[in-house]
């Protein structure tokens, strides 16, 4: 039978080799995801290397495994029942801490994981569940530690406005932002309150505070963590109630539809900071994303009051490097006085090339970084042609 302990030490292995996700479906063995090569794990802790493994059958999780599992990570509650009610996954965030004997260098060392459950169905329409458990870095790095630019760093933080983290699931946006937010606490000269509603609490930036304060460094800063719907009900209402709280910024963790973004720009065009990620590749993409849900006869206005929100938009993807591993490509636009003006002239129709024109004039497009990692030797030719067709300027 599947035990915690036999999740504990699949999840820990993950963690430490660095691994971008750990997957359980039932009736599978479990999958680590090392750098995009998916491997299949043994319930003892094995990374299985050839092309056949007797009774390889054994690893694979019971339906009655599953629902433990399931259960387990969803605070003992019926995981799977609240699934059937809602008709969604299931989002939380989990932590595994090690125990060994006084002394031992690892003893109490905690590993956080973001965890998605959906439930789906086999070949005999019998219903499955399949777990998604991503490890997250205990504390990040400063800015320069991944490769950040200064350009980015001193276009991040304002008053007032807008400033968005985009990219695919699994591209670092979260660990981008946290890097940014920590840089700010720690060396910042400015003062901040920030609060935070995210789904689930991924990075905890208030262990900065807290180290600071240890170490008897006075922080000029502090952030107060959210989660949705543990304890707001969801991101557009946590944007109204922040307005009550009198924050310097808001960290939203997704602008996912027209309820969050209307309520996010509102937050901003009262004279707050707003940081926050989208699912989109691209500033171009990003800004038509946020226009298109609304309706028709709106989205001249809501154009206009995102381009007056805006001050900073980033978009990462991360990218198979010629060591085996992950490299960071990004895009970058400032809005500037002039890049909103200009921006304000255009229709909506016509924004593409006109962003397109501003990146290269005032920012960074993608397609820079990819010719500079490729020069470089960092991705290979074929990783090249491949991200020049998709990214290169009209």
């Known amino acids: ?74 605070r003992g509650s019926a995981a799977q029942e609240e699934m059937n009610r809602t008709r969604g996954g299931l989002n939380v965030a989990y932590v595994v801490e090690e125990h060994h004997p006084i002394g031992h260098e690892r003893r109490g060392k905690k590993h956080r994981f973001r965890v998605n459950m959906v439930q789906g169905q086999n070949s005999n329409s019998e219903t499955n569940v399949q777990i998604t458990i991503r490890p997250l870095p205990g504390m990040v790095k400063f800015p320069e530690e991944y490769g950040i630019p200064d ?10 406005g807008m400033v968005l ?67 707001i009900r969801d991101f557009s209402l946590s944007i109204r109630e922040a307005m009550r709280r009198h924050p310097g910024g808001a960290l939203i963790g997704e602008l996912r539809d027209k309820e969050s973004i209307a309520a996010a720009i509102e937050l901003v065009l009262t004279g707050h900071l707003v940081l926050s990620t989208t699912h989109t590749i691209g500033v171009g993409s990003t800004i038509d994303r946020l226009i298109s849900g609304f309706p028709t006869e709106e989205k001249p206005m809501k154009k206009q009051d995102l381009v007056y929100s805006l001050r900073l938009v980033v978009s990462q993807l991360l990218i198979k490097s010629t060591d085996g591993k992950y490299t960071a490509i990004r895009e970058y636009l400032p809005f500037s006085t002039s890049v909103r003006k200009k921006l304000l002239e255009t229709s909506i129709e016509d924004l593409y090339p006109v962003i397109d024109d501003l990146l290269v004039q005032h920012g960074r497009p993608m397609i820079r970084d990819i010719e500079d990692r490729y020069r470089d030797g960092i991705i290979s030719e074929e990783t090249y042609r491949i991200l020049e067709a998709e990214h290169a300027l009209a």
């Open 1 to 74: 039978m599947f035990t915690v302990e036999d999740l504990h030490r699949a999840l820990i292995l993950a963690s430490d080799m660095g691994a971008s996700d750990l997957d359980l479906q039932t009736e599978y063995p479990m999958f680590l995801n090392l750098y995009g090569d998916h491997r299949v794990l043994t319930r003892d802790g094995r990374i299985l290397d050839t092309e056949s493994a007797e009774n390889l059958h054994l690893e694979c999780i019971l339906p009655e495994e599953m629902r433990f599992i399931a259960n387990h990570l969803f």
């Open 151 to 160: 350009a980015i760093r001193e276009h991040f933080f304002h008053t007032r």
């Open 165 to 231: 983290v985009t990219g695919p699931t699994g591209s670092g946006k979260t660990t981008l932002l946290a890097s940014m937010l920590r840089d700010w606490m720690e060396r910042g000269k400015h003062s901040i309150k920030l609060i935070t509603a995210e789904d689930p609490i991924e990075i905890i930036l208030q262990d900065v505070i807290t180290n600071m304060i240890h170490e008897g460094r006075i922080p000029r800063s502090f952030i107060h963590h959210a989660e949705v719907p543990t304890n």
